[in-house]
Nanobody, 123 residues
Framework: QVQLVESGGGSVQAGGSLSLSCAAS????????MGWFRQPPGKEREGVAV???????KYADSVKGRFTISKANAQNILYLQMNSLKPEDTAMYYC?????????????????WGKGTLVTISS
């Protein structure tokens, strides 16, 4: 059974940093496209960053240079390091997996989702 469990959310002031983690189980992690998505209050879900099985990455323009997606294949953990946080980064952040070695950009159809972790940035 595929499971994705996010952790690391919280409340910080603008300019601060947070590190999100996603523990994955139940599938061959290193062969999947993995990604972070977010849903701000009252808005639709959007892609934040994705990473393919080979490590290629893609970021939303709004987070480029501030966020870094990475993964530890041996531990089946996906990370999102978030720096220089802004109030507009406030959202529920979700980890997701796609049964494909390659990602199809930030609009990739993902097959499995975590329950999310809340990130709140105050000004």
């Amino acid at each position: 059974q595929v499971q994705l469990v996010e952790s690391g959310g919280g409340s910080v002031q603008a300019g601060g940093s947070l590190s999100l983690s996603c523990a994955a189980s139940g599938f061959t992690y290193r062969t999947y496209c993995m990604g972070w998505f977010r849903q701000p209050p009252g808005k639709e879900r959007e892609g934040v960053a994705v990473i393919g099985g080979g490590g290629s990455t893609k970021y939303a323009d709004s987070v480029k240079g501030r966020f870094t997606i990475s993964k530890a294949n041996a531990q089946n953990i996906l990370y999102l390091q978030m720096n220089s946080l802004k109030p507009e980064d406030t959202a529920m952040y979700y980890c997701a997996a796609r049964r494909d070695y390659y990602c199809d950009g930030l609009t990739s159809r993902m097959d499995h989702w975590g329950k999310g972790t809340l990130v709140t940035i105050s000004s």
